[in-house]
Structures are given as C-alpha cells and as structure tokens.
C-alpha cells in the first residue's frame, strides 16, 4: 500500500527489524516523514510508524504495539528491559494489560522468576470491586475501563517488592492506576519498566496522581511527540 500525502502511511513492515545506525551515528530528522527511528541502548533502530492523534490532528506519536512486532524485537526488548529491572533486585513482576502483557513473562522469565502476576481489565466473577481502580489511556479516548488484581494473588503480592512492566508509558493514566491498585494490596513498587517512554507529559500526571511514589519510570527507548509541518513532522523538543 502507498503512504498518504498527509506523512501517515500503512503500518504492516513496522516494528519488524531492529536496524543499524547511520555511518555518522545520527537520527534523521529534524522532518520526519511517515516513520520515527527509536534508538535502542545497543546503538541500534526501530522504525516506528507516525500516527495523527484522534484528538488533533496536527498532532502525532510514533506507535509501537508489542503484539504485532516480530518474535526476534519482542525478544531483544524484553532482554533490554529484564537488564533494566535486575537492579532493584525485585521479588516479584506485574504486567499490565494489554500490551505490557506480551513484556511481562519474558522479563520475568529472565530475571529467574517461575511466573507472573498479571493484573487485567476483564472482571471474573469472583472478583472484589474494592479491589479494583478506574483507568484511562491515549489508545484507548473512549469510556473508563477499570484494572483489576485476582483476590486470588492479593496474599503473593502484600509486603512484596516488585516491578511493574508496560509496553509504553505516555499519559501516565495506566501506570499510575497500576500504582494506586499495587498500593491496595500491600504491595511496595520499585519500578516501572517499559519498552517505549513516548514525550513527558506523563511526568506531570505521575507527580500528582502518585506524588508518595518514590520508584523510577525505566524505558529502553525514548519516543518524543510531534506536530505537523508543512513537509511532514516535527517535534516538539525541535520547537
């Protein structure tokens, strides 16, 4: 398929392959056309496609959505992330639903863990409402959806160190409501790791919905927010 005139085309070939960098070591930029080049710790790029906010349409973010990536970048992602998390030495490893789910076990699995403690946004019947937090998030502009934790595990997760993984973090609506819930059942967060950090705006809300919070949010990589230009797109850090 051909891409639009508008710089947003068809994302099939995203999230595929992980690159190497230009001769000089550089990011194109500043225009960027259609796609955003994350730069991975190893030096390495993932092209990212851009995509227009629902909300503003001269407004973009560069997507990545773990389930439609090839085996070979979940793998090496999830890698990067575990070696992010092995400092703060944590007991145990949240997922968050959705896409945090496809990180979560891998992450876990190498950092030496049997399992996972995934919290979700299907509510089972056994489930105890006081045991549940409402959330939004930037893909998801529609109706407040709540992230729940099985009564089940709350005994596995009270007085426990642990680390939350995501796909990305943006808003900052998921994480903090992962915080909020985490701090229901007793459990102690140190971290936050995620694959995408994308812009700063979740920064903000993060102060103030989880101000006693004193864990850190970790990415492997770092996606800024963009603004139409006549030629394409620019972020907002190139003014």
Do not use: C
Request: aromatic share 10%; proline share 8%.
């Amino acid at each position: 398929m051909q891409p639009s005139d508008d710089f947003i085309m068809p994302t099939t070939g995203f999230w595929q392959t992980l690159r190497s960098a230009d001769p000089a070591g550089d990011l194109p930029g500043p225009l960027y056309r259609y796609s955003f080049p994350a730069r991975l710790p190893d030096g390495r790029l993932l092209d990212l496609p851009l995509r227009r906010l629902a909300s503003d349409p001269d407004r973009a973010v560069a997507s990545f959505i773990g389930n439609h990536a090839s085996f070979g970048v979940v793998d090496v992602l999830a890698t990067l992330m575990a070696d992010l998390a092995r400092d703060v030495r944590p007991e145990l490893i949240i997922g968050l639903p959705t896409l945090g789910l496809v990180f979560a076990p891998l992450v876990a699995r190498h950092l030496g863990f049997a399992n996972y403690v995934p919290l979700g946004y299907s509510r089972k019947y056994w489930y105890d409402e006081r045991l549940a937090v409402p959330v939004r998030s930037i893909t998801t502009p529609g109706g407040a959806k709540s992230l729940y934790v099985d009564p089940n595990v709350v005994e596995r997760l009270r007085g426990r160190r642990v680390v939350i993984i995501d796909d990305a973090i943006s808003s900052g609506q998921t994480i903090s409501a992962a915080l909020a819930l985490l701090g229901l059942v007793g459990a102690e967060p140190a971290a936050v790791v995620v694959a995408m950090i994308q812009g700063d705006h979740w920064r903000a809300h993060l102060a103030t919905a989880a101000p006693a919070w004193a864990g850190e949010v970790r990415g492997v990589f770092y996606s800024p927010r963009f603004r139409r230009a006549a030629d394409g797109w620019v972020t907002d850090e190139d003014g």
